[in-house]
């Protein structure tokens, strides 16, 4: 009976520590630091403006899909 709450202790500890260990290092990478989105998110939700927001997307998207293609025809040529 005390091995099993023992263990049941040292496993809740480990992960306890391990779940702090995680959001302080979050936290200190920044994770939390878009304030501005939840202040003016409510005032950017339009269907235009998330339409708008989907096409940018796409379009850096297709951007980097040319810029990795330039790439490898590059590669391809010095070879």
Known sequence: MDDV????????LFI???????????AKSGDFDDTKKMMDGMLFDSPDDLRAAVEKENKQKE???KKAKQKEEER???L
Request: proline share 0%; no cysteine.
């Open 5 to 12: 709450l023992q263990l049941e202790l040292t496993v809740g």
């Open 16 to 26: 306890s520590f391990t779940l702090l260990l995680l959001f302080v290092w979050s």
């Open 63 to 65: 951007m980097k899909a």
């Open 76 to 78: 391809t040529k010095s």
